[in-house]
């Protein structure tokens, strides 16, 4: 059978879905397909406005979308409280599944979804793009290299955003019945997912949230802390939140070598990322200086890693339609094991900053 | 009464003594005068490698030193344990302090040689270098902008570097009745003020070690970690460890700016160092990119840090000697809280990770 483009539908009108039906047209194997909002008006006027093809179905629901046997595979980015519901419904409609995260509000929810997903035998991806950029792969190397990093010894991500009243008043992820897990699932998901990318998704034995978690009126939380602790040692601290200056940082440090970055979820520059290594570093022979010092990388990129996001996912769910493969399991595991250390951290900061375990 | 050069005995061959010495060289206002070792030869012998003056002293005993009435200040880099008995002593004889850190092996300790050096009416500060390279003063002023900085939500520090298996047999700093602080003590005491720094030396409320310190088999710290937590919600961890690659970090995020730097204790070259500030961050219109980017900043120096400090020091002594002036209280009370918040970390790890409160 050919290998045909997937045609990807989008649920919804969310502000993230601007910049990712621009990927799903930017990459060569998906198509465009159809947009649903709750009102055909609303669907219409954001495919208007962002620039989609004309060929583009607009759809007056979300339901319409998932029944349009033409649609191959879905785009959610519905708030997280939705995830479920729509998820499962459009699994057991046969529709691959490109969802937002965080995945889940709990891993059972989660669970529930990749349930469905493997019954109805469909590809499901959360949409963390970073991990999809050229650059996270040739950081990959250099923390893999055991002469080079050596044995990994504690990791530091930070990702900060500074909110403004109106996100603060109206945003969906300050809101308890939408992202309930606000902060904690927005940029806390970035976060965690850094950690275990840096330990090679080796879950942490306990996570403890640290004292001076901020919420909101309604308890949404704006800004926490965590630690996670594994059985031989390594040591992971994340800091998130809504009310400070854009940073993004993560910091993996083994005993030989020393990774930095400093734009994790989002590159600087759509077309090229960089990082930064240190291997075996010393000092001079006085101590007033190193030797030798870090260098930067740079690696560049054809593609946006939204893109790249879109056509990875594209091209699991092509192998899968056209060729009998199975679903790549890979991505549904690194969604679980993010939801659960970030239930851990949920459950820690909800028990009075008590030391939780994670079991998978 | 003229103004004249301060003239330095140092306590002891250590190995820091060779950088210090140095810097006592390169200082405009100070005199390498005397070294004192408990052999003469051996005293001898580090001054002919260290290229020291013809002229300096060589004694073989750290009391020769003190003893010499044309000895104006001592500098002290023997081990912690030492500290407390030989920095009281040549205070009572009237001998300025430039002393190693960490200070003490503890606050109790800290403050019988401060009472000595205020009883004595003589200058202590202890050695912590990076506090006296421009960068330091440029970097303070960015964090201090209430428009370009804001208000100081968290900050991360981590000073690792990986010893030798000499270093962990046979260094100072692995051995419980030396510098029994260990890790803690050393690299540790850098992140510690590094952090104080950052929120203008405001004590937290309370200190809490992370799981997963490491020790030897006598009991010293080869690395831990520990959060730092104040009454207005600022939150700091830091990670220190003598069994990981070289990194020394410092980040400092506020509401509006963000301050990065990667070298903060010992810059990566001695004549410049950089830092990295980004300003009300935000991101490209489709989040793409980031609008603005951060930006670096060189500093120059004519002199290395540590002959900066050197300077300071015996420009307030020579304030003292001869223009009739106070010992200045700024430089013990940063020791002193960079002690406080150490032993609240030590004694978060002894009590098996509580909560410790921190009080002045």
């Given amino acids: ?30 198509i465009l397909y159809a947009i649903g909002s709750r009102s055909s008006q ?6 208007l406005e962002n620039d989609f093809p004309d060929s583009t179905k607009i759809y007056g629901s979300y339901d319409a979308v998932l029944d349009d046997p033409e ?46 997903c493997e019954s109805a035998g469909v590809q499901i991806m959360d949409g963390t793009m970073w991990m999809h950029n050229p650059r996270t792969f040739k950081m990959k190397e250099f ?34 019945d939408l992202d309930g897990l606000g902060a904690l699932g927005d940029v806390g998901w970035y976060c965690i997912r850094s950690i275990l990318w840096a330990t090679d998704y080796e879950l942490p034995k306990s996570v403890l949230a640290l004292r001076g978690t901020v919420v909101n009126s309604a308890g949404v ?41 400093h734009d994790f979820v989002i590159p600087f520059e ?31 990129t054809d593609l946006p890693q939204e893109a790249l996001m879109v056509k990875e996912f594209c091209g699991l769910v092509q192998s899968i339609k056209f060729h009998g493969k199975k679903p790549e399991k890979k991505w549904p595991t690194l969604s679980r094991k993010t939801q659960l250390v970030l239930d851990a951290v949920n459950a820690s900061i909800a028990s009075g900053y008590t030391t939780v375990e994670v079991s998978s």
């Fill in 270 to 300: 759509e077309k090229q990322a960089s990082f930064t290594t240190a291997v075996k570093s010393g000092f001079t022979e006085l101590v007033t200086g190193w030797e030798p010092k870090p260098s930067e990388h740079i690696v560049v």
């Fill in 42 to 47: 609303k669907a219409s006027k954001f495919a």
């Fill in 143 to 176: 923390v893999s290299d055991s002469s080079l990093f050596g044995e990994l010894k504690s990791v530091h991500s930070c990702f900060t955003f500074s909110a403004n009243n109106n996100f603060l008043e109206n945003d969906i992820r300050v809101k308890v």
């Fill in 1 to 30: 059978m050919a290998t045909l483009p997937i045609k990807i539908g989008i649920l919804g009108c969310a502000d993230i879905a601007r910049k990712v039906s621009r990927a799903i047209t930017l990459s060569p194997n998906s």
């Fill in 71 to 116: 649609v191959d595979a879905v785009y959610i980015p519905l708030p997280t409280s939705l995830h479920v519901d729509w998820a499962v419904l459009a699994a057991r409609k046969k529709k691959h599944l490109l969802l937002e995260k965080p995945v889940a509000l709990n891993v059972k929810e989660l669970d529930l979804i990749v349930e469905a």
């Fill in 221 to 261: 939380i704006l800004a926490c802390s965590a630690s996670l602790h594994w059985e031989d040692g390594k040591v992971a601290t994340f800091h998130c939140s809504f009310l400070a200056n854009l940073t993004m940082d993560v910091t993996v440090v083994g005993t030989n070598g020393t990774l930095h970055f």
